[in-house]
């Protein structure tokens, strides 16, 4: 293979399809609602990554690459490494100092991204369930560039032997495509609707179809070989058109489509990446009109500063962001989070990225990270502050990483009970119910003694509501709460209001466990019985998985509740159980998202699980709304 790289015309259009890309990504992650499919931005990065690595690298003739191995791996480490690393060390440094919490899962998330591996530690590191609420990780964006530096450590090697046993780049570009429809197909087998959609979702084999679509298109699309010349004009108004349509499904998906969608993983991301492919194709041809729209120079500054956009803006979102906004953000924070996600990515651009990429290691480890002693006077006062900066990073990032800081962080973890199962009709022996009622009656007591309203003698002793709580018992003659580990939360404060109610609540329980677990509880399937469920805590569930939960309780009176936790699926699932409640007369809503939302002292740090006033309010809640 020749050494010498083959420098290709610059397509303008192409920054503008960055641009866009990462814009939407970021309305994504700042969960805005009109950017529901925001995420498949990542998607357009993977087949441009294909197209223009593959267009790099493919001969016009021969079976021969154009750019010799070793210096390709070498500009793609120039490239990609230094400031993501930059990244991750100050992500990593500043949590130390700022963030502990996040310090006992951050470490294995800074190892496995140095390492570009982060993708398949996402997928088989079984993080704790504590781990999986709160701020996320800073650097789970990394995933995607794990998944982007493997494809560039093994598609060359690929691609030269392929050129070597098919010889026709045509023939070849039909094995590439067929590669492309197994990735999506193996997508599809694995994809378990209303399961945690993570292993497919980060996994490189499920995800390398929408690389292998833009190296198919380097093969059928060479951008050696686009001319303006010889077209008719029946063409260039054919090229428009298709550019045009396919722009727009681009657009529509960014505002129609969402992550819980089955479609999406079983064919509807191989069909939004072949839209990509034909995008990318008419942009990239010089008679484009909407190449030279998406060439506007806001967008092609963008688009050229994608690279750091994308590498800091979720360290800035999660680090600068607190954890009962995570869902519901601040404009005036997120305006600021903008703007300093564009300032450090033009710094990083300029002072780490372009310098790394035109001279290389050594000379900027020379020019800017050797310190003579001798010449330490001579420095301007910018690189003195920098180099003490960087010092101080280095040495904080490696303190936190030792394990030195954030290890009492899990101590309180410890103790949460993972699962609790209370029984109204067959818990309580003679002896638990002699103990019960002679803690009550004392409580009573006390309670006469300090209250001097004419009705104390009907109260309970904690919050003065057993005529509640009678009408309660009157109403129905048994209740069932399944939930997840709110229930648990709030498991001893419902028992205490409702002595025979029966309890079933895990931690981590979606709604497709519940319906397995539904027919346990057939009894409770009457009209004279209640049902809670307080599920989507976890996870969005399909419109299937939560009919059959309900179906199987359709002669009992259902009360929904729903939820507030820092997530991006908070709002699907919100507004799926308002549906349902709108659809069936035996289904009540018990909004306690809208009692929450501004509430942020209800919650522990995590932002999801209970702080007492959080129990007490939730409980009352509930009471409140099956008594109306």
Same mark, same amino acid.
């Given at each position: 293979m020749s050494g010498k790289t083959v420098n290709h015309r610059y397509i303008p259009g192409i920054d503008g399809i960055r641009a866009l890309a990462v814009l939407a990504v970021i309305a994504y992650h700042f969960n805005f609602k009109w950017a529901s499919g925001g995420f498949l931005g990542v998607d357009i990065f993977f087949v441009l990554s294909g197209y223009l690595i593959t267009s790099t690298i493919?001969?016009?003739?021969?079976?021969?690459?154009?750019?010799?191995?070793?210096?390709?791996?070498?500009?793609?480490?120039?490239?990609?490494?230094?400031?993501? @690393?930059?990244?991750?060390?100050?992500?990593?440094?500043?949590?130390?100092?700022?963030?502990?919490?996040?310090?006992?899962?951050?470490?294995?998330?800074?190892?496995?991204?140095?390492?570009?591996?982060?993708?398949?530690?996402?997928?088989?590191?079984?993080?704790?369930?504590?781990?999986?609420?709160?701020?996320?990780?800073?650097?789970?964006?990394?995933?995607?560039?794990?998944?982007?530096?493997?494809? @560039?450590?093994?598609?060359?090697?690929?691609?030269?032997?392929?050129?070597?046993?098919?010889?026709?780049?045509?023939?070849?570009?039909?094995?590439?495509?067929?590669?492309?429809?197994?990735?999506?197909?193996?997508?599809?087998?694995?994809?378990?609707?209303?399961?945690?959609?993570?292993?497919? @979702?980060?996994?490189?084999?499920?995800?390398?179809?929408?690389?292998?679509?833009?190296?198919?298109?380097?093969?059928?699309?060479?951008?050696?070989?686009l001319s303006s010349q010889k077209l008719s004009t029946d063409h260039v108004n054919k090229l428009n058109a298709i550019s045009l349509v396919a722009f727009s499904i681009f657009i529509l998906s960014i505002i129609f489509v969402n992550e819980y969608q089955t479609f999406l993983y079983r064919g509807g991301m191989f069909l939004f990446c072949l839209n990509a492919a034909i995008l990318i194709a008419c942009v990239c041809h010089p008679i484009s009109i909407l190449g030279k729209l998406l060439s506007l120079k806001p967008l092609r500054w963008i688009g050229s500063r994608s690279y750091g956009i994308y590498l800091w803006h979720y360290p800035i979102m999660v680090l600068g962001t607190p954890v009962h906004e995570i869902g519901n953000p601040a404009y005036w924070r997120v305006a600021l989070q903008l703007v300093l996600i564009l300032i450090i990515a033009e710094i990083s651009y300029r002072f780490i990225e372009m310098p790394i990429r035109k001279e290389g290691f050594r000379s900027y480890y020379r020019q800017y990270l050797v310190v003579n002693k001798d010449k330490w006077g001579s420095f301007s006062f910018t690189r003195k502050i920098s180099t003490v900066l960087v010092s101080l990073f280095l040495l904080v990032f490696f303190t936190g990483m030792t394990g030195v800081i954030g290890k009492e962080q899990t101590e309180s973890k410890e103790s949460k009970p993972t699962e609790i199962k209370i029984n109204g009709e067959e818990q309580p022996s003679k002896h638990n119910d002699e103990k019960e009622t002679t803690e009550s009656n004392s409580s009573n007591v006390e309670h006469e003694k300090t209250e001097t309203s004419p009705q104390a003698d009907k109260e309970e002793p904690k919050q003065g509501e057993n005529d509640i709580t009678a009408n309660s018992n009157e109403s129905y003659n048994g209740i069932l709460a399944i939930g997840d580990s709110l229930m648990i939360d709030i498991a001893t404060s419902l028992h205490n209001i409702y002595p025979n109610i029966t309890i079933d609540a895990k931690i981590g329980r979606q709604v497709s466990q519940a319906v397995q677990l539904a027919p346990n509880y057939a009894s409770f399937n009457e009209p004279n019985k209640a049902v809670i469920i307080q599920l989507g805590t976890n996870g969005f569930f399909t419109n299937d998985q939560i009919d059959s939960l309900l179906n199987a309780f359709s002669n009992a009176d259902i009360y929904l509740v729903n939820t507030r936790v820092p997530r991006s699926w908070e709002s699907n699932v919100n507004s799926t159980l308002q549906q349902k409640a709108q659809e069936h007369d035996n289904i009540t809503l018990i909004d306690w998202h809208s009692v929450a939302i501004n509430h942020p002292e209800y919650f522990a740090p995590d932002g999801v699980h209970l702080e007492q006033k959080g129990v007490k309010t939730l409980t009352n809640l509930i009471q409140q709304t099956i008594n109306i």
């Open positions: 493919l001969p016009l003739k021969g079976n021969r690459l154009k750019v010799g191995l070793g210096e390709f791996w070498i500009g793609r480490f120039r490239r990609l490494l230094p400031a993501a @690393y930059v990244m991750i060390i100050t992500s990593f440094a500043w949590a130390t100092l700022f963030h502990k919490e996040l310090l006992h899962t951050l470490r294995g998330d800074a190892i496995s991204s140095i390492f570009y591996s982060s993708n398949w530690w996402f997928i088989f590191h079984k993080l704790s369930y504590f781990d999986s609420f709160g701020s996320p990780s800073p650097i789970k964006n990394l995933w995607s560039l794990a998944i982007e530096e493997q494809f @560039y450590l093994i598609w060359p090697i690929l691609l030269m032997l392929g050129l070597y046993l098919v010889k026709k780049q045509s023939k070849l570009a039909i094995f590439i495509f067929s590669g492309a429809l197994c990735s999506a197909v193996l997508m599809g087998i694995l994809y378990e609707p209303g399961a945690d959609p993570s292993r497919i @979702y980060y996994g490189t084999d499920t995800r390398s179809f929408e690389l292998l679509i833009g190296c198919w298109l380097a093969l059928v699309w060479p951008m050696k070989r």
